[in-house]
């Protein structure tokens, strides 16, 4: 059994008392109520690093991956600069970034007001993950376990159980999915119909979010799928010579979506004492990239990292042509993933609604 020191102890106490004395809170909480960490699990879109140290071509611990981040230092998120979890933390006064769980350097203080246990390129699909070399949803949890022994070991049984009541348990998965394991590889395809295979994916999230309840979590807010079809790579595989976005992509993410949707409300009928919040980021994504002039973006049908139509992880380095100079202006980074900016703006439009379903 590890056993903290009590300089260790010390540390910990004065790095959080730091934190959360530093960090100005701009989403409104009822009196009285807190938010003391934000817990993330899924893929990409959430994953701050995890995959660094996995031997995997799914990662981007390498340039130009965080060009515009703090010191142009690439940390392994997919994007110039922060991801979702980055801002969801800020915005709720926690702390300014959401470190990966397998962060060698990860300070105590952190298992405090939260972390990252997401990886890219995983998904509900078991096969997905598998596909990938990349950590399950199930290794996540393994993670998330190890994470809560080593909280009780700090704090204590009964003010573990307090944090992960009131904490914010954010779910993004579900892209890879249907991007990757059933319409790129097209593995799931030779077995199962789009409504079959989001059935599938439904199954195995439900099942996810119940292991999240049982292991204390009340709060879960649950990302949908983004329309994939609009996605520059997925223009370029299955957009057709005018790389349209690909409509048969979007159709299998709305229905998941609703499907998904729906478990959710299943889950808070069945589970009172917690609260499953839908988060939908389909229609402010296509909204984003239908009507860019709105938020100040002029490319939408490709990233910034080189020609921005394919390149994505490897692909995606510090020797990929026609690279852009200034990422503010494109919706995407690679051909993937959104810009620091997008990010921001769709994070800045959902975030408020989302704790305001808690209370």
């Given at each position: 059994m590890e056993v903290l020191s009590s300089s260790a102890i010390i540390v910990f106490f004065l790095s959080a008392f730091i934190i959360l004395c530093t960090t100005e809170a701009l989403v409104k909480l009822p009196?009285?109520?807190t938010i003391p960490a934000v817990l993330v699990f899924g893929d990409s879109i959430v994953d701050p690093g995890n995959n660094n140290n996995l031997i995997t071509v799914v990662k981007c611990n390498f340039p130009p991956y965080g060009r515009d981040f703090m010191g142009g230092f690439p940390t392994g998120r997919f994007s110039n600069g922060k991801i979702p979890p980055d801002f969801i933390a800020e915005e709720l006064g926690i702390k300014e970034l959401l470190p990966?769980?397998?962060?060698?350097?990860?300070?105590?203080?952190?298992?405090?007001?939260?972390?990252?246990?997401?990886?890219?390129g995983s998904g509900y699909d078991p096969m997905t993950p598998k596909l990938a070399s990349v950590l399950s949803l199930r290794d996540q949890l393994e993670m998330f376990k190890e994470y809560i022994r080593k909280l009780k070991m700090m704090v204590g049984e009964e003010r573990t159980n307090t944090i992960l009541s009131k904490s914010l348990f954010l779910v993004?998965?579900?892209?890879?999915?249907?991007?990757?394991?059933?319409?790129?590889?097209?593995?799931?395809?030779?077995?199962?119909?789009v409504p079959a295979y989001?059935?599938?994916?439904?199954?195995?999230?439900?099942?996810?979010?119940?292991?999240?309840?049982?292991?204390?979590?009340?709060?879960?807010?649950?990302?949908?799928?983004?329309?994939?079809?609009?996605?520059?790579?997925?223009?370029?595989?299955?957009?057709?010579?005018?790389?349209?976005?690909?409509?048969?992509?979007?159709?299998?993410?709305?229905?998941?979506?609703?499907?998904?949707?729906?478990?959710?409300?299943s889950l808070n009928a069945n589970f009172p004492q917690a609260k499953f919040v839908y988060i939908d980021i389909y229609n402010p994504f296509l909204d984003l990239i239908q009507?860019?002039?709105?938020?100040?973006?002029e490319?939408?049908?490709?990233?910034?990292?080189?020609?921005?139509?394919?390149?994505v992880a490897v692909l995606c380095?510090?020797?990929?042509?026609?690279?852009?100079?200034?990422?503010?202006?494109?919706?995407?980074?690679?051909?993937?993933?959104?810009?620091?900016?997008?990010?921001?703006?769709?994070?800045g439009e959902i975030i408020q609604k989302c704790v305001d379903s808690f209370f």
């Open positions: 009196r009285n109520e990966p769980y397998s962060n060698p350097a990860l300070q105590l203080s952190d298992l405090l007001t939260g972390v990252s246990f997401a990886s890219s993004v998965a579900g892209s890879d999915d249907i991007a990757n394991s059933y319409f790129v590889s097209g593995v799931r395809k030779i077995q199962y119909d989001t059935d599938l994916m439904i199954a195995s999230a439900s099942s996810f979010f119940k292991e999240l309840y049982g292991l204390g979590a009340r709060r879960i807010v649950v990302g949908s799928a983004p329309p994939l079809g609009c996605l520059p790579s997925q223009r370029s595989l299955a957009g057709g010579i005018l790389r349209e976005c690909a409509e048969d992509h979007n159709d299998a993410a709305k229905l998941f979506n609703t499907k998904l949707s729906s478990q959710l409300d009507n860019p002039q709105k938020s100040g973006f490319v939408v049908d490709k990233g910034c990292c080189g020609t921005g139509k394919i390149e380095n510090p020797f990929s042509p026609f690279t852009c100079e200034d990422a503010s202006n494109y919706v995407f980074w690679d051909s993937y993933h959104p810009t620091e900016k997008a990010y921001k703006v769709l994070i």
